[in-house]
């Protein structure tokens, strides 16, 4: 029970954090280039 309600807490935690501060376009654009990268970096 108390994994379950911590859990929670860390859920709601991470939502109001993207409600207080949303991602901008420069974010996403940020995010892409990472995983091109780290796609690009493996040894397929």
Same mark, same amino acid.
């Given at each position: ?11 709601? &935690?991470? @939502? ?8 901008? !376009?420069?974010?996403?654009?940020? &995010?892409? @280039? ?8 493996? !040894?397929?």
């Amino acid at each position: 029970m108390a994994d379950t309600v911590r859990r929670a807490r860390i859920g709601a &935690a991470i @939502a109001q954090s993207y409600r207080d501060l949303p991602q901008s !376009p420069e974010d996403d654009e940020l &995010a892409l @280039a990472n995983a091109i990268a780290m796609t690009e970096a493996e !040894p397929w």
